[in-house]
C-alpha cells in the first residue's frame, strides 16, 4: 500500500511563493509517474503538472514558466516550486502517483494553497 503526504501550503500575497512536497511511502515500482493536481471550490480537479522517473515533465498551459516540478528518486519525494502566483492559483493541491502494468493511481489527502490579491 502507497500513502503520501503533501505538505507546504498555505496563504500567500500575489506574486510570491510556496513549495510544496510529497512524500510517498509504502511499496512503490519504480516505473511510476509521479504528479501535481489541483482543485478549486467548483471546479473540476486539473493536472498541474508531471513528472516521470527519468525525469520528464508536463505542465499545464496555465503554470509554465512559473512553477516547477522536481522529485528525488532516492527519497520518494516530490516538489513543486511556484513562483509568481495569483489569485487564480487558489485550490486545494494534491499529490498523485501512477505506477504501471496495470496502472494504479494513488492519491494524498492534498494541501491547501490560497493567494491573496
Known amino acids: 500500500q502507497v500513502q503520501l503526504v503533501e505538505s507546504g501550503g498555505g496563504l500567500v500575497q500575489a506574486g510570491g511563493s510556496l513549495r510544496l512536497s510529497c512524500v510517498a511511502s509504502?511499496?512503490?515500482?519504480?516505473?511510476?509517474?509521479m504528479g501535481w493536481y489541483r482543485q478549486a471550490p467548483g471546479k473540476q480537479r486539473e493536472l498541474v503538472a508531471t513528472?516521470?522517473?527519468?525525469?520528464?515533465?508536463i505542465y499545464a498551459d496555465s503554470v509554465k514558466g512559473r512553477f516547477t516540478i522536481s522529485r528525488d528518486n532516492a527519497k520518494n519525494t516530490m516538489y513543486l516550486q511556484m513562483s509568481s502566483l495569483k489569485p487564480e492559483d487558489t485550490a486545494n493541491y494534491y499529490c498523485?502517483?501512477?505506477?504501471?502494468?496495470?496502472?494504479?493511481?494513488?492519491w494524498g489527502q492534498g494541501t491547501q494553497v490560497t493567494v491573496s490579491s
Open positions: 513528472t516521470t522517473r527519468g525525469g520528464s515533465t
Open positions: 509504502g511499496s512503490i515500482s519504480s516505473d511510476n509517474t
Open positions: 498523485r502517483v501512477t505506477t504501471w502494468g496495470p496502472q494504479v493511481d494513488n
